[in-house]
C-alpha cells in the first residue's frame, strides 16, 4: 500500500508535468530546410491561414469571466481579420482575399455597425474604403461618411472620468478600430475634415492613457498610474501595459500614417510616437521572437502571445518598409517576430496562442485562436513580403 506521503509526492509529480505541458515548448524556428522568410513561403503561409479561418467564421466569442459575445459582421472582431484580408490583397494580389472581403462588404449593405460613435463599429469601414480606392463606387462609402459627418456635426470632448465608450476612443484598442477609417475616407474623399475629427479624437486618448515614461499604453483608465504612484501593478509590481492593446495602437498607427498626406501638420508627431513605442516594444520582447501578454512583466504570465505579436511585427515590418524604422536596429526583431508567428502557425493553417477576448493580460494556449489574430498574421506577412520585394 502506498502512505499519504508518497501521494503527496506523486500528486506533486503529475502537477508539475501538467504545468510543463500546459505550456507548450518553447517557440523555435520552423525546421532549417524552410525558409521562412522566402516569398514563397511567407505566401503560402499567409493563404493557410486564410483558408482556415474563413471556413471557421465565428458569431459567438467567449469572454473572460465565462461568457459570450456575440459577433456579428459588422463587429470588431471581423472588421480586425478583414483588415488582414485586404492587406494581404494587396501585396499578393491574389484574387480570392479581395473576392472574400467584396462578399462581405455585400452582405453588410457597405453599413458600419450600428452604434453611432462607437469606435468598433467604424473598424469594418476600413474594408469598405480599401474596396473603394479600387472600384471608386460612392454607394460603397456613403453609410460611413454620413456616420462621420454627423460626428463632425456634434463634437463631445475626450475622454475624463466617467467617459462613455460610445462617446470617445476611451480605451486604446479604439485606436485601431476607428482612426484608420477615419484617414482612408479623408483620403477617398479627398475631405481633411474627416482627417481632422481623428488627429482631435487621437491626441485627446493620447492624453488619457499614454504613458510618457514607458513609450506604452493602458488599456483604459483602469490601469491608469497616479501621479501619486497608485494603481494597479503586476505581482512584481510593474505597471500594467496589456500586449494586444499595445499592438492595436501600434498597427493602428502604421494604418493611419499609411493613408495620411505627408503635409498633415500633425504627421510628425505621429511619426515621432510611432518610432518612440517601436523602441520600448523590441526592448521588450521575448528570445523566441514573441512577446508576453504583460509587457513588462513577462513573468506574471511567460506564455507567449501570438496576436499583439503579429500586430507588433507588422508594426515593425511596415516602418522599415516605409523608411520610419531603421533596418539595421529594427529588422532583426522584426524577423524574429516573423520566424516566432510562423510556431504558432499550425499545419492546419490555424494560429495558435491567441488569447481570446479581452482587456488586460492573461494567459493562452496553443488551442487559442481567433479571427483578429489571423488578421494580425496576415497584416504581418503583406509587409515581409514587402521586405522581401525591397531586398531587406
Not at 17 to 35: F, S
Not at 37 to 53: G, H
Not at 66 to 91: I, L
Not at 151 to 169: K, Q, S, T, Y
Request: proline share 7%; aromatic share 12%.
Amino acid at each position: 500500500m502506498i502512505d499519504r506521503g508518497a501521494w503527496r509526492r506523486i500528486a506533486l509529480v503529475v502537477t508539475v508535468l501538467g504545468l510543463i505541458a500546459a505550456c507548450g515548448p518553447r517557440p523555435t524556428a520552423p525546421a532549417a530546410a524552410v525558409d521562412v522568410f522566402s516569398p514563397a513561403v511567407v505566401a503560402e503561409s499567409m493563404a493557410r491561414a486564410f483558408d482556415w479561418q474563413i471556413d471557421r467564421i465565428v458569431y459567438e466569442a467567449p469572454l473572460p469571466d465565462g461568457g459570450t459575445q456575440p459577433v456579428s459582421d459588422t463587429e470588431w472582431v471581423r472588421g480586425a481579420f478583414f483588415a488582414g484580408v485586404m492587406a494581404a490583397a494587396n501585396a499578393t494580389g491574389d484574387s480570392r482575399y479581395l473576392a472574400a472581403a467584396m462578399d462581405i462588404s455585400q452582405r453588410n449593405g457597405w453599413q458600419p455597425g450600428p452604434r453611432p460613435r462607437h469606435a468598433d463599429d467604424l473598424c469594418i469601414a476600413q474594408t469598405y474604403a480599401q474596396i473603394y480606392l479600387v472600384e471608386r463606387d460612392p454607394a460603397m462609402l456613403a453609410p460611413t461618411v454620413a456616420r462621420l459627418e454627423a460626428m463632425i456635426a456634434e463634437p463631445r470632448p475626450g475622454p475624463v472620468a466617467g467617459w462613455r465608450e460610445d462617446d470617445n476612443w476611451s480605451w486604446c484598442d479604439a485606436l485601431f478600430m476607428a482612426p484608420p477609417t477615419m484617414a482612408l475616407i479623408a483620403e477617398a474623399t479627398g475631405d481633411r475634415r474627416f482627417l481632422d475629427l481623428m488627429n482631435g479624437m487621437w491626441w485627446d486618448t493620447y492624453g488619457y492613457l499614454y504613458d510618457q515614461e514607458e513609450r506604452l499604453w493602458y488599456r483604459d483608465g483602469r490601469y491608469v498610474i497616479q501621479p501619486d504612484g497608485s494603481g494597479p501593478r503586476t505581482p512584481s509590481g510593474r505597471k500594467v501595459f496589456w500586449s494586444r492593446g499595445n499592438g492595436w495602437v501600434f498597427a493602428g498607427l502604421a494604418l493611419v500614417l499609411e493613408h495620411m498626406p505627408a503635409d498633415y501638420p500633425d504627421r510628425p508627431r505621429y511619426e515621432q510616437l510611432f518610432r518612440d513605442m517601436a523602441r520600448a516594444l523590441v526592448a521588450v520582447q521575448g528570445e523566441d521572437g514573441l512577446w508576453r501578454s504583460s509587457l513588462l512583466d513577462a513573468a506574471e504570465y511567460p506564455i507567449p502571445e501570438s496576436s499583439g505579436s503579429g500586430f507588433f511585427t507588422f508594426g515593425l515590418a511596415w516602418g522599415i518598409n516605409h523608411g520610419l524604422l531603421d533596418a539595421e536596429t529594427f529588422l532583426p526583431a522584426a524577423r524574429r517576430g516573423w520566424q516566432g508567428l510562423m510556431w504558432a502557425l499550425q499545419p492546419s493553417g490555424k494560429l495558435g496562442w491567441v488569447q481570446q477576448i479581452g482587456y488586460d493580460p492573461r494567459s493562452v494556449s496553443a488551442d487559442d485562436s481567433m479571427e483578429y489574430g489571423t488578421g494580425a498574421f496576415l497584416m504581418a506577412g503583406s509587409e515581409m513580403l514587402k521586405l522581401g520585394a525591397r531586398g531587406s
